[in-house]
């Protein structure tokens, strides 16, 4: 029953513009020592980002938004398990993985979705590509 009122409890996004928008069932952050894995919510592209807001009305408040800029997702892929090192549990989903390599953060985000994975991973990697194409002239 948590799955019909999730989405409802999705925030919206932040401005009208945004295109690009997906639901998610979690969000996986990884730094290779540290992984955390947060409910779920709407991730958005919005001024050259990855935008995460999480789910409103979740009993489990753990982690808040996040975002990371699009010049920094250095490789995408996409894959069905996870193991977290730290307590070996293990998350069997669709997840589709962005690495992200900044200045001082090498990190792995992860998005749990349940729709078809396939049209969402081509989506992020057009987006992806285009703002390369776009930054490199």
């Not at 729709?115 to 590509?129: F, P």
Request: aromatic residues 6%; hydrophobic residues 30%.
């Amino acid at each position: 029953m948590g799955c019909i009122f999730g989405r409802h409890c999705d925030p919206g996004v932040p401005d009208p513009s945004v295109r690009h928008r997906w639901h998610v069932d979690g969000l996986i952050l990884d730094d290779g020592t540290h992984s955390e894995i947060r409910r779920g919510g709407l991730v958005y592209i919005q001024d050259e980002a990855v935008c995460y807001r999480p789910r409103r009305f979740d009993c489990s408040r753990h982690g808040g938004a996040y975002s990371v800029d699009i010049v920094n997702i250095q490789n995408t892929s996409k894959g069905k398990t996870y193991t977290d090192e730290q307590n070996r549990r293990q998350i069997k989903r669709n997840i589709i993985w962005l690495e992200i390599h900044a200045s001082d953060v090498n990190q792995t985000m992860g998005l749990l979705t349940t729709g078809d994975i396939d049209k969402v991973y081509k989506e992020i990697c057009d987006i992806i590509s285009k703002h390369r194409q776009k930054a490199q002239k």
